[in-house]
T-cell receptor, first 115, second 116 residues
Framework: AQSVAQPEDQVNVAEGNPLTVKCTYSVSGNPYLFWYVQYPNRGLQFLLKYITGDNLVKGSYGFEAEFNKSQTSFHLKKPSALVSDSALYFCAVRDGSSNTGKLIFGQGTTLQVKP | NAGVMQNPRHLVRRRGQEARLRCSPMKGHSHVYWYRQLPEEGLKFMVYLQKENIIDESGMPKERFSAEFPKEGPSILRIQQVVRGDSAAYFC??????????????FGSGTQLSVL
């Protein structure tokens, strides 16, 4: 069975500072990993994904994430945070060896970027 | 190319009534997923459907909840005899075929169900 852990309910950073949102996962087969962002009263928007290849994945809005197989982590990062990055962030995983596209999501991390 | 369309955006029901939530996937997508989001919780998988088939319903409550994705028309999530605990945001997502290079879930804006 797959699972995702986002250990922080909330992350606070100052605008212009680097940010990290943590994610660890558990999956029996090959991990396919995703990050989504949710703004208030909206659906989830795709940021980036890791399927295979380079461990550093670049995505939308300047975000990137690093796949670390030994630590089973897929932390989301951005070199310089913007106030507009404030939102709810979800990490998700699926078993790449399965024939279903079902994603299992973490609990979500609220990112607050202060001016 | 329209995105995933969900309606209604808000639905108010009294206890014991039925709730029907609709989802039209993106054009060309034949895979639909339903998720439920409760306050202070993440998204919980409910059901995965392809046209006319339920593929995985492991997240569906055993009673009162059902889903369908007919050959024609939107996918429907149906909740019979609603209770206050059913109040939540329900999100639908669609995707291209599993294993496609552009595989990912595209989400609708959700239906907020409130049970009085």
């Amino acid at each position: 069975a797959q699972s995702v852990a986002q250990p922080e309910d909330q992350v606070n950073v100052a605008e212009g500072n680097p940010l990290t949102v943590k994610c660890t996962y558990s999956v029996s087969g090959n991990p396919y990993l995703f990050w989504y962002v949710q703004y208030p009263n909206r659906g989830l928007q795709f940021l980036l994904k890791y399927i295979t290849g380079d461990n550093l994945v670049k995505g939308s809005y300047g975000f990137e994430a690093e796949f670390n197989k030994s630590q089973t982590s897929f932390h989301l990062k951005k070199p310089s945070a913007l106030v507009s990055d404030s939102a709810l962030y979800f990490c998700a995983v699926r078993d790449g060896s399965s024939n279903t596209g079902k994603l299992i999501f973490g609990q979500g991390t609220t990112l607050q970027v202060k001016p | 190319n329209a995105g995933v369309m969900q309606n209604p955006r808000h639905l108010v029901r009294r206890r014991g009534q039925e709730a029907r939530l609709r989802c039209s996937p993106m054009k060309g997508h034949s895979h639909v997923y339903w998720y439920r989001q409760l306050p202070e919780e993440g998204l919980k998988f409910m059901v995965y459907l392809q046209k006319e088939n339920i593929i995985d319903e492991s997240g569906m409550p055993k009673e009162r909840f059902s889903a369908e994705f007919p050959k024609e028309g939107p996918s429907i999530l149906r909740i019979q005899q609603v209770v206050r605990g059913d109040s939540a945001a329900y999100f639908c997502a669609s995707s291209p075929p599993v294993g496609a290079a552009n595989e990912k879930l595209f989400f609708g804006s959700g239906t907020q169900l409130s049970v009085l």
